[in-house]
């Protein structure tokens, strides 16, 4: 068994890359390169496309960031790589290219697994396989506890953190019975996370407070976008993610 990962936490994130939108799309290479232009660590999302490939990208759907309709899922990358990210010239980034990007930029990454219609054992797979060779800082987490799960089950080496929110404000579709046990981490005692992401504006939740003030778990928030706010994560201890503050207000 590989030696566990040390949990290293950067002091920050930006939010898909230091994006600044429309003109810098969110999770484009544009966006990436300005965040360690900044000195930035960042956040970005990974999705397993039809023919294997992982792409990031955050939507299930298309049709926000590019104005055409359909699954990114159903994509091959040949495919995929003919549109472009809000009206710009660049293209939906492969996995491959932003680790390529930040390997030896000595800055880390935080890397949200997208499951898409149960497809958590390959998407886990796949990740843990390409980033078995990246050298640089990097934790993964997810909304889905299947796909923390699994990755523990593989690589029980690499950090892990349980992404959050009150589900009850919005349930996503989801059946109530998710919607409880997502929304107050009743899968903890399953997918051991070493950090909790926890929505900014729900932080109040009692079986968050608990985990982080009593049973000492680091606490990660998403997503920050005022300077205010940035200050108020960081004097509660969080590590924030943050989007739309300028460069000089950091």
């Not at 994130?13 to 230091?18: E, F, I, L, M, T």
């Not at 690589?155 to 589900?167: A, C, D, T």
């Amino acid at each position: 068994m590989k030696k566990r990962r040390e949990l290293r936490l950067a002091e920050r994130y930006a939010h898909r890359g230091y994006h600044d939108k429309p003109q810098i799309p969110e999770n484009s290479m544009a966006a990436f390169r300005r965040a360690i232009e900044h000195g930035l660590a960042s956040e970005l999302d990974v999705h397993l496309l039809a023919d294997g490939s992982l792409v990031v990208f955050h939507d299930d759907d298309l049709e926000r960031e590019t104005g055409v309709k359909g699954s990114i899922e159903a994509y091959d990358l040949s495919n995929l790589r003919k549109l472009r990210l809000e009206g710009t010239d660049e293209k939906i980034p492969t996995f491959d290219e932003v680790l390529d990007l930040y390997e030896n930029s000595g800055l880390a990454l935080m890397i949200e697994l997208k499951v898409v219609k149960g497809n958590y054992k390959p998407l886990a797979r796949a990740v843990a396989k390409r980033l078995d060779s990246y050298k640089g800082e990097y934790a993964v987490q997810s909304f889905d506890p299947r796909v923390l799960m699994e990755y523990r089950r593989i690589r029980p080496e690499v950090i892990r953190g349980q992404l959050s929110k009150n589900f009850v404000k919005s349930t996503e579709g989801l059946p109530f019975y998710q919607v409880v046990m997502l929304t107050n981490l009743m899968l903890n005692k399953l997918t051991k996370p070493d950090f909790i992401n926890y929505q900014f504006a729900d932080r109040g939740n009692k079986v968050l407070r608990r985990l982080v003030d009593k049973k000492g778990y680091p606490e990660v928030t998403w997503t920050i976008r005022s300077v205010r706010d940035l200050k108020a994560a960081v004097a509660d201890g969080c590590v924030p993610i943050f989007e739309k503050i300028d460069p000089e207000d950091l």
